[in-house]
């Protein structure tokens, strides 16, 4: 398991050797969808110390959709609930980002959730100024 003290609040990494880039790739897998990283925000951004995976769906279905989160229902909800429950959440929860109870169908965060929005800030901001400054907006090399 990986301490989060061991990084600075700028976000520079701490790098130990070969361990520290397997867990960088193992993170950085899990963080390569958008849903998971919602997942990630919507937890950060919470005040609560769990949420049930109906509310992550419909919030990410409503905001997937560009609807009020009270219409995010149907099929667009299930699509969602069904990929969060059988891939998204088992991912972010094999690496310690959140802690998913299935049987209870709730989410919380785990010791790898600050780790994970300090990497979602620093790749969003990134390619913010790519985008701003090359004045493209779909060419990221």
């Not at 229902?73 to 429950?85: D, K, Q």
């Not at 972010?92 to 994970?116: E, F, G, H, K, M």
């Amino acid at each position: 398991m990986y301490d989060v003290r061991q990084y600075s609040a700028l976000g520079e990494l701490i790098m130990s050797g070969e361990k520290d880039e397997e867990f960088l790739s193992v993170l950085y897998h899990a963080l390569r969808t958008h849903r998971r990283r919602r997942v990630i925000r919507i937890l950060a951004e919470t005040e609560d110390k769990s949420v049930t995976v109906r509310c992550l769906a419909r919030r990410i279905a409503s905001t997937e959709h560009d609807i009020p989160r009270a219409q995010a229902t149907g099929e667009p909800y299930r699509n969602v609930y069904n990929a969060l429950t059988q891939t998204h959440l088992p991912v972010l929860a094999d690496t310690d980002i959140i802690s998913y109870n299935s049987s209870r169908q709730t989410v919380s965060p785990s010791s790898n959730l600050q780790i994970a929005v300090l990497l979602v800030i620093i790749n969003a901001s990134t390619v913010q100024i790519i985008q701003k400054d090359t004045g493209n907006n779909n060419r990221f090399y």
